[in-house]
């Protein structure tokens, strides 16, 4: 554990929160913002229950969940979603139930090899994430999952890494998903949540990527970037999309979340 997860698991909840809408002092809107998804979000019965019976990181108070609501409420016309870094499909399947929600019709894509980050030493000293049992196993849990919790909105998901995704999203044309649709790739992104590979050098061009496609006015969320995380890669990368001056701050909860403006 490091010091400052074990300062904070003794500090009572209601300080960690202030902690929280703390980063968004300087920014009422976004708090503002950041507010009415959470009513709409922290206390949904499907999200509650997909943050209990799923594997992943995520609780439905968690500031990726109210930016997928403000992301998918907001979506530019004619774009699409995608995910970057799947896992298990927890996030995967929140933003699938926020699009049969909030009534969006875009198309949703998922990409990721099943490929793990800190896997070098086993979990505890006892258990292999990196063998290819446990690959076989996320990966059809995914699929399982999609399948039984994702609805209409279920994902387009691809066995692929991150870049190889943009340069077929790039050659544009038709694909077949691990669920064996078809489905036409190209144009416009309106939203890009990033949880692949949490690099600096992967995270930036995760971003990169992302930016050739979102069009002006869409979304990305970059997962594991808030200013007190472990990712240093990720926080570098979030300062990198500020100074390039086109991407103006939704909000940070504790995750930055922006929006491209040209
Ligand atoms: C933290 S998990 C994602 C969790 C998921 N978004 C959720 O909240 O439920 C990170 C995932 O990124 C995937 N990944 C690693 N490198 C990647 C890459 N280059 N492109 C896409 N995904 C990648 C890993 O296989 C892993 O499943």
């Known amino acids: ?71 998918i409420s907001r979506l530019p016309p004619s774009t699409g979603i995608l995910e970057v870094g799947s896992f298990l499909g927890l996030s995967t399947n929140i933003i699938s139930y926020l699009m049969h929600k909030l009534s969006c019709d875009a ?53 692929l890494a991150s870049d190889d995704f943009f340069v077929r999203w790039g050659e544009a044309g038709e694909q077949v998903d691990l669920y064996e649709r078809s489905v036409r790739f190209g144009g416009g992104l309106g939203f890009v949540y990033i949880d692949g590979n ?16 979102l069009v002006p006015g869409g979304f990305v969320l970059f997962d594991d970037s808030a200013d007190a995380g472990q990712h240093e890669g990720c926080r570098r990368t ?12 939704v909000f940070r909860q504790p995750n930055y979340f922006f929006q491209k403006l040209r």
């Open 1 to 71: 554990m490091r010091w400052q997860d074990a300062i904070r698991s003794f500090v009572p909840p209601i300080f960690v929160e202030l902690n929280r809408l703390a980063g968004d002092f300087d920014n009422p809107v976004g708090l503002w913002h950041y507010w009415q998804a959470r009513r709409k979000c922290a206390h949904d019965a499907y999200i509650t229950w997909l943050c209990q019976v799923t594997g992943g990181w995520l609780s439905p108070k968690s500031g990726n969940i109210q930016a997928f609501y403000h992301a």
């Open 107 to 159: 198309g949703f894509f998922s990409s990721d090899p099943w490929i793990f980050e800190s896997t070098e030493e086993p979990i505890g000293g006892f258990f292999d994430a990196a063998s290819p049992d446990y690959r076989r196993y996320v990966k059809e849990t995914f699929l399982a999952n999609g399948r039984i919790y994702g609805g209409t909105k279920r994902s387009h998901a691809f066995e």
């Open 238 to 249: 979030v300062a990198e999309v500020v100074a390039t001056g086109r991407y103006r701050r």
């Open 198 to 213: 949490h690099t600096h050098e992967q995270s930036r061009r995760d971003f990169e990527n992302s930016d050739r496609f």
